[in-house]
């Protein structure tokens, strides 16, 4: 299963992708993961992304193009993976079109997570990551699935958060048409119970990619 996860910042992608990643045995790739590791760990990558991560923009489709096309180089993509945070503009989804083309891998499928502004502001503003897996959670001290200490992230603030549905709607959401006109388009609510979700997105998912 090759998938790309679509949807505003806040419509549970990481979540999902866990779930959907540990159902179809494949890796979930979350360039916001990728990018927020070379952070903690100081690397020249981390160091040039961080000032387009702290005020919501886009780090730059040349740096984080090369990034996903090493990553997709890895033994463990070899029967698939969820992309999560990529592409995020029209310009990165024909680069990644391009990279799967070559290696005659297409996209079976990409999944779009729909949720209104004002739900998108409320679970922003909530949510913390762990410091250490990165991993989401609401209203507790201690990442529940390590244990790791959790924080606010810069882009989860709110002076932020607007700044990055300006950047959703204006760069990100052109994808979907993109998408819907290569007929790989399935689009499911985000509102719900985390594993009704999943349940939805893995029925439509097992309809149009076997
Ligand atoms: P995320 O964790 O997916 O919300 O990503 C956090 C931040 O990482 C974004 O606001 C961007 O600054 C950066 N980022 C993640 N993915 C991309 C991408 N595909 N293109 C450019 N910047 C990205």
Known sequence: ??????????????????FLAAHYSIPHISTGDIFRANLKAGTPLGVQAQS????????????????????LTHDDVANGFILDGFPRNVAQAEVLRAILAEKDTPLNAVLEFSL???????RL?????????????VGVDKCPSCGGDVYQREDDKAEVITRR??????????IISFYRNEGLL?????????????????????RVAQ
Not at 116 to 122: C, G, L, R, S
Not at 125 to 137: E, W
């Open 52 to 71: 387009f991560m702290d005020r919501g923009e886009l780090v730059a489709d040349s740096v984080t193009n090369e990034m996903v096309k090493d990553r």
């Open 165 to 174: 549905l300006e950047v959703y709607q204006d760069q990100t959401a052109p």
């Open 116 to 122: 209104a502004n004002e739900e998108i502001v409320t």
């Open 1 to 18: 299963m090759r998938l790309v996860l679509v949807g505003p910042p806040g419509a549970g992608k990481g979540t999902q992708a866990q």
């Open 186 to 206: 399935i689009t499911v609510s985000a509102l719900g119970k985390v594993e009704d979700i999943t349940a939805l997105a893995i029925s439509a998912l097992n």
């Open 125 to 137: 503003s909530a949510r913390r990551t762990c410091k250490d897996c990165f991993q989401p959670s």
